[in-house]
């Protein structure tokens, strides 16, 4: 719940992650793949969803701030592009049907307490199809130090999806180590 208050506090402004930007990884893959089902997981203010939609995808968003996804519905009616945008929480089991060619986390996953993390990735592994791609943007961590996906969970996933990529950096804005990770769905039971 407080999570929920905070979010949804720090949309009544522009909060430093809503730069409006694409990042480029986003826009290489854009360029690369032909347009399908796309599900951007903490969307936001819609900046990604949008520009899906504007390439020919087939764009979904969720986001728990109410603050956030009316920011979002605003943008794309200015973009003048469909997208199906709703308030859900990602940790929950999510209302959409499966599957997705492309799920997108720009900060969303790493942002999430430990403890309700495996509610985000039974959905994950619910709506991706297979040979679909899963990229995923979020701090990553060594030790204890929060927020950040742990060792234990990046191989949690790979043994669940193939990793096609990795590539490590760090978020200058808040002096952090980071990940851009691009994931295939791989048939399998997902447990």
Not at 71 to 84: L, T
Request: hydrophobic content about 35%; glycine content about 8%; charged content about 20%.
């Amino acid at each position: 719940m407080w999570r929920k208050i905070f979010y949804n506090l720090l949309y009544l402004g522009q909060p430093r992650w809503d730069t409006g930007l694409s990042p480029p990884e986003l826009n290489e893959f854009i360029d690369q793949h032909q347009p399908g089902r796309a599900l951007d997981l903490g969307c936001g203010t819609g900046t990604n969803v949008i520009m899906l939609a504007k390439h020919g995808w087939q764009a979904n968003g969720v986001d728990f701030t109410p603050r956030a996804i009316a920011k979002a519905r605003w943008k794309a009616r200015q973009a003048a592009v469909q997208v199906n945008l709703r308030v859900a929480d990602v940790s929950m089991p999510l209302p959409l049907d499966p599957p997705f060619d492309l799920i997108l986390d720009i900060g969303c996953l790493h942002s999430l307490p430990v403890s309700i993390r495996p509610g985000y990735y039974s959905n994950l592994f619910r709506l991706l199809e297979e040979g679909g791609y899963y990229l995923l943007y979020a701090f990553t961590r060594t030790d204890d130090e929060q927020p950040g996906l742990s060792p234990k969970e990046i191989q949690y996933l790979s043994e669940r999806i193939n990793l096609l990529s990795r590539h490590d950096g760090k978020d200058t804005a808040v002096g952090r180590r980071s990940s851009w990770f691009t994931y295939q769905g791989k048939r399998q039971t997902y447990r």
